[in-house]
């Protein structure tokens, strides 16, 4: 059973790495996969249905990104919206305001660190973009990685993965919900 988890997490890490992931700087990305191996599925909180971001800009520097996310979580579906200064700043408001009845140890963590590379700069704004995110639960903290053609959605990935992580990490128990998309399902 060892050698064949061993294989199918290293074929897994292998596909992902040639997608553009790198698990040496997301450690909690990492351990959610290996989770996802060794029980057969990924962990789910919540599941998603759909996440939209608009921006708008009213003048010079006063640009403002509005998100909204339909999730499921603890047997209901949830609707939330949230703003913020850019569309991950939003995403993350509106996640955490879904999220909140459900999973008040959310309150403890804060996205800390945002990161973005360009993966094939020859195509320029069509390329591929992988997104690294810190999260803090205020003791410690871990990163956590999304890759995707759009920025948004990888920074979703990434996004989801952290929140993920960090309620594992509280040992807050999973309340079903549907299936969601995060890097590592």
Known sequence: EQPELLGRVV???KELELAGYTFDAAD????LLLHAEVAGEPLHYFGVESWRVITDSV???QAMSEATVKLTAGGGRVLATGEGNGP?????H???QALSDVYPELDKLELIDFRVRILDAAHGTDAVTRVLIETSDGSTSWETVGVAPNIVEASWIALVDGITYGLRRQSV???RAASTGTATS
């Open 88 to 92: 991950v700043n939003a995403l993350d």
């Open 94 to 96: 509106a996640l955490r």
């Open 59 to 61: 003048g010079k520097g």
């Open 28 to 31: 909690a990305s990492f351990e």
């Open 173 to 175: 128990p999973v309340r």
């Open 11 to 13: 074929a897994r890490v």
